[in-house]
Structures are given as C-alpha cells and as structure tokens.
C-alpha cells in the first residue's frame, strides 16, 4: 500500500517554463487536495477536488491549473513558472468515513525551484 | 485574513516534561481539529483529532482540548521525547476536503 505518491522529488525550471506534478494515491479516496508550504506561510491550499470530475480553488490557485479524470490520480500544472512559484509542494488525500470527518494523508513532498 | 493561527513559531522543552502547543481559530464553520507533525523533507504525518462535539481526545502520549467558546485547541506531548523534535501543524475543517493549515510551531525537545 503506497500511500499517496508524488512524483517528482525536486525540480528545477526556468521562468516560463510549464511542468506538471504528479500525484497519485491508491486507497480510493474521494477527495484530494495540493498545497504548497513557503518559510513562515505554514501550508497553503491551492486546489481540491472532491471527486473524479470535481475540483475547485483554494486559497492560493492563481498560476496553477488541476484536472481529476479519475479518482487515483491528482495532477498540477503550472502553465508558465514563475519565481514566486519556487516552494515545496504537497498533495493530500482523505475520505468521509460513514459521514465522519477524517484526517488527510499526505506525499512526501515536491521540491521545485524557478529560477 | 488567517483563520487558523499558531502565534509561537518556535517552543524548546526538556526531555520527559510536558509540551504544549496552541492554536486559535476564527472561523465558527469548522468542526473538525487536527495536529499534524512534520520532519524536513517529509511530508506532514497525523498525529490526533478533535471533533467539534468534544472538548478533549486523547491518545497515548498526545492529548487534544478544544475551546470552543474560545476558539482555542491546545495539544499536549507528555512525556516530551527528542523524536518529537519536529514543526507541528494545526488544521481545520468544515468539510473533510478543505483543511486550513496553521503556520507551524518548531518544537525542540531537549536531551
């Protein structure tokens, strides 16, 4: 059981430059999320989605595009890399259990520099 | 306008004494508490919960009150082990999928 998985690990861009960021989790949990965690900021939302089909803005999406074809996978996209964009990026993904709250699971983090 | 908010960023603690971290909040929505713990270049990792509906959880070493009146939750670490050297994150929800992140207190447990 893998957990939640984000690939890559580091990676660093060039202003302008558009990547995507990987993340996939294998417990078939409904909702996920990414955020991005800055010195000082503590951990910020970007995006989320509730559902295959399903996603909406969170605190900080602007730069930042997400799509949920299926329930297993999660994927960010920066359209065109900018300094501010350089921070460790982090997907999450958690469930309703029978109509109680839970706790989110997270990846172990994406490094990406834009220099 | 932060809802969620850890106002000591940092806390040093002697081994085997009692940590206490807090945490205000300032949106009455939420209903669901968390703390989570996290070592560099890890991701955050869960540690306890807190419903709403109670004013204390507790599991093991790690104890969980909630002030709702107040709009305060503490966490407890006793007794305080140098594994729990770490940035502990507070977290709220109204909903399960939209957790609103703290800024992080850097607790040090000394040897």
């Known amino acids: 059981n893998a957990g939640v998985t984000q690939t890559p690990k580091f990676q660093v861009l060039k202003t302008g430059q558009s990547m995507t960021l990987q993340c996939a989790q294998d417990m078939n949990h409904e909702y996920m999320s990414w955020y991005r965690q800055d010195p000082g900021m503590g951990l910020r939302l970007i995006h989320y989605s509730v559902g295959a089909g399903i996603t909406d803005q969170g605190e900080v999406p602007n730069g930042y595009n997400v799509s949920r074809s299926t329930t297993e996978d999660f994927p960010l996209r920066l359209l065109s890399a900018a300094p501010s964009q350089t921070s460790v990026y982090f997907c999450?993904?958690?469930?309703?259990?029978?109509?109680?709250?839970?706790?989110?699971?997270f990846g172990q983090g994406t490094r990406l520099t834009v220099v | 306008d932060q809802q969620v908010k850890q106002n000591s960023p940092s806390l040093s603690v002697q081994e085997g004494r009692i940590s206490i971290l807090n945490c205000d909040y300032t949106n009455s929505m939420f209903d669901y508490f968390l703390w989570y713990k996290k070592y560099p270049a890890e991701g955050p990792t869960f540690l306890i919960s807190i419903s709403s509906i109670k004013d204390k959880n507790e599991d093991g070493r790690f104890t969980v009150f909630l002030n709702k009146s107040a709009k305060h939750l503490s966490l407890h670490i006793v007794p305080s082990q140098p594994g729990d050297s770490a940035v502990h994150f507070c977290a709220a929800t109204s909903g399960t999928y939209k957790y609103i992140f703290g800024t992080g207190t850097r607790l040090k447990v000394l040897a």
């Open positions: 999450a993904s958690s469930y309703l259990g029978q109509g109680m709250n839970t706790e989110a699971f």
